[in-house]
């Protein structure tokens, strides 16, 4: 089933279907593992942030059950997120090649790609109970996929569109927040929430994107290039965290010097361009867009009703 919630069709059904297709989608690949171990786990792990949008989105009808599955989620993916996150950094140096401005950067990076796979696979050695997190992680999915039948939304049109208006009107509230306290800081976590809340933006958007196919379009494609730009930049910021508490990885004074002045000029410009793009993303008042999504579930949920009888 695709990530979506169709308006003309029960809103329990439809979002316990969503929740079930994608956790079982990370079981599966955890347990299957066709492009190997670290993948599988990436791949589950953006299975997990999914169902906990969703959730979120309707988190007002059934609180306890949202706050409860959402930590059961955050735990099970912690739990994985040694060895990604030392992967991620890899890509990250990745990126930055792509942007060097001579060939002394290029071979810096090159090096420093170097030292992060051996850190990276220093730490898959070290990871002796992998395989257990893993299993472990399998058996919380599937409690998680037999908790569903717990969550309960509402039946009718009416106060099924407030309830998504209500979710939306937050998610939106908390990425306006986040962009201001970022022009206000300019620090890494700030920077982090308001990647965390356009990513929940986004996968809202693929969520109702049936309600207006054409404008959802476009504002999904602006809304994923913020998630984008994001990524990197708060790659960038761990990246940095890792120089600051081992920089004997880095080489000698001149190397690290010129290793944290790329990332410093990358992450600037990063930081540039997310800001330009979230001003437009996040310009339509919180509510005024809640209410245009209210009105456009009620109308399709009625009219997929009509037509279908």
């Not at 290029?106 to 992060?116: F, G």
């Not at 220093?122 to 257990?132: G, H, P, R, Y």
């Amino acid at each position: 089933m695709p990530y979506r919630i169709r308006p003309a069709r029960e809103l329990t059904a439809e979002v316990r279907s969503v929740a079930r297709h994608q956790l079982g989608i990370a079981i599966a690949v955890l347990s299957d593992r066709p492009h190997g171990l670290h993948e599988a786990i990436h791949e589950a792990r953006k299975k997990f942030k999914r169902v906990r949008a969703l959730l979120r989105l309707v988190a007002d009808a059934d609180k306890p059950f949202q706050s409860r599955e959402n930590q059961r989620l955050r735990d099970i993916a912690r739990s994985l997120s040694r060895i990604r996150d030392a992967t991620a950094l890899m890509e990250t140096v990745a990126h930055l090649i792509d942007f060097a401005l001579s060939e002394e950067e290029k071979e810096t990076l090159e090096a420093t790609r170097t030292v992060l796979e051996l850190r990276r696979d220093d730490i898959a050695a070290s990871e002796t109970d992998l395989e257990d997190k893993v299993a472990k992680v399998v058996e919380e999915c599937r409690s998680a996929v037999d908790a569903l039948d717990a969550l309960e939304l509402p039946v009718k049109t009416g106060p099924a569109a407030r309830l998504l208006a209500k979710g939306w009107r937050k998610t939106l509230k908390r990425g306006r927040d986040a962009l201001q306290t970022c022009k206000g800081e300019g620090h890494g976590e700030a920077f982090h929430d308001l990647r965390k809340t356009s990513q929940a933006y986004w996968m809202n958007l693929s969520l109702l994107r049936d309600l207006w196919p054409s404008a959802f379009s476009a504002k999904r494609r602006e809304a994923k290039r913020l998630v984008d730009l994001l990524g990197h930049e708060h790659d960038l910021t761990i990246l940095t965290e890792l120089f600051d508490s081992e920089p004997e990885l880095f080489g000698n004074g001149e190397g690290q010097a010129f290793l944290l002045a790329i990332i410093i000029r990358r992450q600037q410009d990063l930081r540039r361009d997310a800001l330009t793009l979230a001003d437009n993303i996040f310009s339509d008042p919180p509510r005024l867009e809640a209410s245009v999504i209210e009105t456009l579930w009620h109308a399709a949920a009625l009219g997929g009703k009509s037509g279908s009888d």
